[in-house]
């Protein structure tokens, strides 16, 4: 696996307290095959919104690992342009339109390495 992971977690205070990032087993999430958080952000370049908040809820510098909180609506637009991304990101797309259509747009987060 090279893409990101987006999980889903209503009570942001849990993804908080985590001790280690790498323990998201008790969370519902999605790993990505290809996208990274650098990809929805190209993505989102001519659009008025971002991908995720400017500060991280979690950055650990050793590991070089952050969790994000995804822009709901920088969500949508990416879904919106599902219709024009092909190739290798497409089948992450599809993935993440359907974990956003058993889940919420409002409590998605990423896990990114930086």
Known sequence: MVGSTLIYEPNHTKLVALSNIDNIDDFIYLDLDYMMTID??????????????????????????????????????????????????????????????????NDIYERSTF
């Open 40 to 105: 929805f952000s190209t993505l989102l370049l001519d659009e008025d919104v971002r991908w995720c908040e400017k500060e991280p809820v979690i950055y650990d510098p050793e590991s070089g690992i952050a969790l994000l909180k995804i822009d709901p609506e920088g969500l949508q637009r990416i879904l919106d342009q599902a219709g024009n991304i092909d190739g290798k990101f497409s089948a992450d797309i599809e993935k993440i339109s359907k974990f956003i259509n058993k889940y919420d747009f």
